[in-house]
């Protein structure tokens, strides 16, 4: 992934104790899901189908106080990764 896209993205607020925002997915960069991992690589939540959204809203109340990592995948298998904490 290019410096470009990274900048493009914003994941506030961080820490986060609720909800997490996500914006600036760029549609043209055809991103189509995004998963949520804890430190030790497990997914916490279900895969979410972001296709033809810019920006998205996770709920976070339910996690585990820690690290978290999203990662969101394109069309043609290029992958993002992000991180943020939960207190």
Known sequence: TDENTKRSWIVYPNPA???VYLDGLRL???????????????????TQDIRGRTSFTL????????MY???????????????????
Do not use: C, E, H
Not at 28 to 46: A, C, E, F, G
């Open 59 to 66: 709920p976070v109340k339910d996690l585990l106080n820690g």
């Open 28 to 46: 043209s960069r055809n991103w189509q899901t995004l998963d949520v991992y804890d430190i030790n690589k497990r997914q916490v939540m279900p």
């Open 69 to 87: 990592f999203i990662r969101i995948i394109n069309l043609d298998g290029g992958r993002l990764m992000l991180k943020f904490l939960k207190n």
């Open 17 to 19: 104790t609720d909800v």
